[in-house]
């Protein structure tokens, strides 16, 4: 297994220089300290955990230091910063799925030397396997790396998957074909069940008998068979524990539960001949779907988006402080690979997404869906639903606790894919091509992650997302580590006394230290061992995308996720501080003495009060806003809400709630969250975000942790992973573009298309398989998607911009105001002026991004109060048109 475990260490892409931006090279990028306030940790000390390199307490530092750190010494309230994080806690989102814990995840307390045995001689080629699930989980990286297409199609469909041909035939050479096929695709778009479908074939066959639309069975068997998509069925554990794949294929009941892989009954009755599964699980490869990616002309056009891109970076790279990161493609990891040649032109490049889901808020009905996003497409197209590609659904109602034997069909098949190449007809340039598939990132939860990486929970002592070195601390006698920097100042306990951590010397995620780490664990002699290894490295197992060819080097591949950590997990720990509820109350402090508990009572109803009246003042743009949190917080309060709540209302409603000191540590937050959430990140905003950013974290412990161990529990994960956002920008491009709503969106999708809740799992696996068949036929044929046109009566005033009615019927009369308001506009224009007091106005006003803004003059008497306004416009250049009244 060295192949497996030590990831050809000597390859280019781990040993070559990493590619610096004009911007890295001038200020060698690394997490640093912003400049100090007035915060301090000792009155008579010169610095403090804010200074440019920061001076942390002497190991005997008096206890009676504590009380330098109470509110009466932290100077003027303008050098505050407040945050406080929690990942272990319910979010509002996704309760179900953030809270789910796994006992192997979570790291024990200290073993004592008497546990453990002395270290046995190990070597890094070979390490010596002892443990059994560990030798399990490596014979799923084996059989991944190992596997071939032979083995998971029949030797017809194989046949035809490596000889893929152009278009031979299209839809529109049957009319009644086309017809249906479009009928069909609208249903689903419209949530149309299918009664609706034969009711609207109804109605057509009506007016037009001669016609003959097809039936729904047959033409949605036409579009299965015409998009290539296949779908593979593997048999799976009753209660969702395992899947019968890889190493445990053959196995006839299931490894944790024992419970029969087959149903028993007809086992029984067939004399053991009938073996039917008691559940199955579906994948959808890959492959097939990619194919259909690059035989249209139009559709391969835009999969070259990627290789124009990269060329666009490499020639932009000089230019300092106006090189701006806007894509993945920016990063340096991506930028490496296509230099070590490990990414060439005809590649795809990917990124898998995983994530639980509850399809149904008032009954258990867990299930995890995981999705594929094609990189090769531009920013504005990868994203949507009908370029998504279903990757696999796993049913529930419980989670899985095996998760890598459930993607073992779909990363099989990538495997395969990487080492033979995906045969390929690109439709733009006529020629057939191979295409090997690169895997850049895996995005997931916290939870799915520590699967995902082999790594111990966000409860572990080392428990960072992205594994970095930072060694967590725990309350005396605890099991749950907190990444907490500070030591904390009136306990000796063994798991939390180390001394304090230097956030300047945080280290990058290194991957020959990982490989380093990896082996140190698999080679553990026996148990004790092995959680003695796991707690002092947070790694629990492989990864089972060790077993993949093209890849970012584990764990560079694991990102952090903008969505879950200061989206969901952030505010609700916040949330929680500021009211003194949930699990910030645990311990023996009081929130007696907790000065920014201030949302209570009175105060809190009409702070939810004050949120729910400002969605009139959200655009429709802005999609759904924020509910009364007094009243909706803890019921399925989504995390679009708590973004546009916590970041966007915030600050105006915070002020004047929070004391200021608070309140200005706040605001440190949403200035470097707003801008980490931007698309497009220059260099200069990257600096801004991560010096606020640092002084954020850093801050939150000497406002509310305080160095005081019944406090621990207050920093989290989530914390601490505001100090990776900018370096992993600079390594990933902006965070943004590989976060979690992708996922969040598909669920809220699929979800919608459900229509047997008494046959959930089957009816979600269906409508996924409809999702991936029609989005593969609409790739192969444009012209089946209903093409939207411009609304009669609509101007068109170029660059994207288009006037829509209602507009005046007749000229209207300008009053004096309005008169000289417009003709001090126009003379700033050139050849400006305006010989008319009489116009025509104009309802509503499309703009580039395809928001739609309306006039104060339609809006104001078309809608009641509560409507939500959408007369916010930013204008950056004046556009001149000459029109005539």
Not at 370 to 388: C, E, H, V
Not at 477 to 496: F, I, K, M, T
Request: net charge negative.
């Amino acid at each position: 297994m060295e192949g497996v475990l030590e990831r050809e260490t000597d390859s280019e892409m781990v040993q070559s220089p990493r590619r610096m931006t004009s911007f890295e090279l001038e200020n060698e990028f690394r997490p640093q300290s912003p400049q100090p306030n007035d915060l301090t940790h000792d009155q008579n000390q010169e610095s403090h955990p804010l200074s440019p390199k920061i001076v942390w307490p002497d190991e005997e530092e008096r206890a009676d230091s504590a009380r330098d750190l109470g509110m009466d010494d932290l100077g003027d309230e303008d050098h505050q910063d407040e945050d406080r994080s929690d990942e272990d806690e319910e979010d509002h989102q996704h309760s179900d799925e953030e809270d789910r814990h796994y006992s192997d995840e979570e790291d024990p307390a200290p073993i004592t030397s008497e546990e453990s045995e002395s270290e046995s001689d190990e070597s890094d080629d070979e390490p010596h396997i002892t443990l059994a699930n560990m030798k399990s989980n490596l014979e799923f990286v084996g059989m991944v790396e190992n596997a071939t297409l032979e083995s998971q199609f029949s030797p017809a469909v194989l046949r035809d998957f490596r000889n893929p041909q152009g278009l031979q035939f299209s839809p529109s050479d049957d009319e009644d074909l086309r017809l249906s096929i479009k009928l069909f695709i609208s249903s689903l778009d419209h949530n149309q069940s299918q009664i609706g479908y034969a009711k609207n074939r109804e109605a057509i066959l009506d007016r037009y008998p001669d016609s003959e639309v097809l039936s729904y069975d047959r033409v949605k068997q036409r579009v299965s068979n015409l998009s290539g998509v296949i779908t593979l069925k593997n048999d799976m554990c009753v209660d969702s524990h395992v899947a019968f794949t890889g190493p445990f294929a053959h196995l006839e009941r299931c490894p944790r539960c024992g419970q029969s892989r087959y149903d028993e009954a007809k086992l029984a009755k067939s004399g053991g001949k009938k073996k039917v599964p008691r559940k199955v699980f579906t994948t959808f490869p890959v492959g097939p779907q990619l194919q259909a990616r690059w035989k249209s002309p139009e559709t391969a056009q835009k999969m070259l988006y990627r290789r124009h891109k990269t060329e666009e970076i490499l020639r932009a790279q000089g230019q300092g402080e106006d090189y701006a990161f806007d894509d993945v493609f920016c990063g340096t990891d991506y930028l490496d690979a296509v230099e070590n040649g490990k990414i060439k032109e005809y590649d795809t490049v990917v990124m898998l997404s995983i994530d639980g889901a509850q399809l149904h808020r008032n009954k258990k009905s867990d299930c995890w869906i995981y999705i594929w996003i094609i990189l090769d497409l531009a920013p504005d197209q990868r994203y949507k639903i009908r370029n998504i590609l279903p990757g696999g659904i796993i049913p529930g109602p419980n989670n899985p606790k095996h998760l890598d034997s459930f993607l073992f069909p779909g990363l099989a098949h990538l495997s395969a894919l990487q080492k033979e190449g995906l045969h390929i007809w690109d439709g733009y340039n006529s020629v057939a091509a191979i295409s090997f598939i690169f895997l850049l990132l895996v995005l997931a939860d916290a939870i799915a992650s520590a699967q995902l990486t082999g790594s111990v929970g966000h409860h572990g002592r080392k428990g960072c997302r992205i594994l970095c070195e930072l060694p967590g601390r725990n309350k005396p006698r605890g099991s749950h580590y907190y990444p907490v920097l500070l030591r904390p100042l009136d306990s000796n306990d063994d798991g939390s006394n180390h001394p304090s951590f230097d956030i300047n010397n945080l280290p990058p995620v290194d991957p020959l230290a990982y490989r380093r780490n990896l082996n140190h664990v698999l080679s553990s002699p026996n148990e004790a061992e092995y959680r003695r290894r796991r707690l002092d490295t947070g790694i629990r197992k492989a990864t089972i995308f060790d077993g993949l060819k093209d890849i970012l080097e584990p764990p560079t591949c694991f990102p952090g996720d903008i969505m879950h950590q200061p989206v969901i997990n952030l505010t609700s720990l916040m949330l929680e501080l500021w009211r003194a509820q949930g699990n910030t109350r645990s311990g023996d402090d009081s929130d007696d003495e907790w000065p920014w508990a201030v949302l209570k009572g009175d105060v809190w109803k009409a702070h939810g009060k004050a949120v729910a009246e400002a969605a009139s003042h959200f655009p429709q743009s802005f999609d759904r806003t924020p509910r009364n949190p007094a009243e909706k917080i803890s019921s399925g309060y989504k995390a679009w809400e708590s973004l546009l709540y916590f970041y966007g209302l915030g600050p105006g409603l915070f002020y004047g709630l929070l004391p200021e000191v608070y309140y200005r540590h706040y605001c440190k937050l949403v200035v470097g969250i707003r801008i980490m959430y931007q698309n497009t990140i220059t260099p200069p905003q990257l600096r801004l975000a991560h010096q606020h950013l640092i002084e954020w974290v850093m801050e939150f412990e000497v406002l509310y942790y305080q160095q005081k161990t019944a406090r621990i529990h207050f920093v989290h994960q989530c914390i601490h992973s505001l100090v990776h956002l900018v370096p992993e920008t600079i390594r990933i491009g902006p965070p943004s573009l590989s976060a979690q709503w992708t996922m969040e969106r598909v669920i809220g999708h699929f979800g919608s298309l459900l229509k047997q809740p008494s046959n959930l799992f089957a009816n979600l696996t269906e409508q996924a398989k409809k999702i991936a068949e029609i989005n593969a036929i609409v790739a192969m044929w444009p012209s089946l998607e209903p093409v939207q046109k411009d609304p009669r009566g609509s101007i068109d005033l170029g660059d994207g911009y288009l006037l829509l009615w209602p507009k005046d019927h007749k000229p209207y009369r300008l009053s004096p105001a309005e008169w000289d308001a417009l003709t001090t506009f126009y003379s700033g224009l050139p050849n400006g002026s305006i010989a008319k007091r009489s116009v025509c106005r104009w309802g509503r006003l499309r703009i580039p991004n395809g928001q739609t803004a309306r006039s104060y003059w339609k809006e104001v008497i078309r809608v009641p109060r509560s409507a939500r306004t959408d007369r916010m416009l930013k204008v950056h250049d004046p556009i001149s048109i000459v029109t005539s009244v």
